[in-house]
């Protein structure tokens, strides 16, 4: 294989790995946003926000429960592990950088909320370091490098 075909096999490997951590990590994100907004996260409301039906919804819970990231019980709230409520802070991170360098760009907020939802799992840290950092020098940065 020539060096191009390395490089965009691991291009390709890298986005196929991001889409296995995706989902989970946008169901976790907004059961945080949820519980933060309204006290609790209900399936109905993940249905809602995610514009999927309840079955989906269900599956996806069941799948995270069984990844220790949530917890869930027959007509309860949705409730985040410490590992879900870690993925969450990381994603939101995540989010807020990716979000904060479109602004930083003249990107309108509209766009940048919509455009910025899903980079943040394809973006590598390296990049997303540089994102901050060019935010931060702008004044643009929302979100603490801690």
């Known amino acids: ?14 986005t196929r790995e991001a889409h296995l951590t995706e989902v989970a990590e946008d169901y976790v ?4 946003d949820l519980i933060d907004e309204v006290g609790e996260a209900r399936l109905t409301e993940v249905a809602e926000n995610m514009a999927v039906t309840m079955a989906t919804v269900s599956k996806i819970i ?9 917890e869930s019980r027959p007509y309860r709230s949705i409730f985040l592990t ?3 409520q870690a993925m969450a802070v990381e994603t939101r991170r ?3 950088i990716v979000f904060d360098f479109l602004r930083s760009l003249g990107v309108d907020e509209a766009t ?8 943040e799992h394809h973006v ?8 901050a950092n060019f935010s931060e020098t702008l004044g643009m940065n929302r979100t603490p490098t801690d």
Do not use: C, N, P, Y
């Open 62 to 70: 069941a799948r995270l429960s069984r990844e220790g990231l949530v």
């Open 29 to 32: 994100e907004l059961i945080a």
């Open 82 to 84: 410490e590992a879900g």
């Open 1 to 14: 294989m020539t060096t191009l075909t390395h490089r965009r096999a691991a291009a390709f490997r890298k």
């Open 94 to 96: 995540r989010h807020q």
């Open 124 to 131: 590598s840290d390296a990049t997303l370091a540089i994102f």
């Open 112 to 119: 940048a909320e919509g455009d910025s939802e899903g980079m």
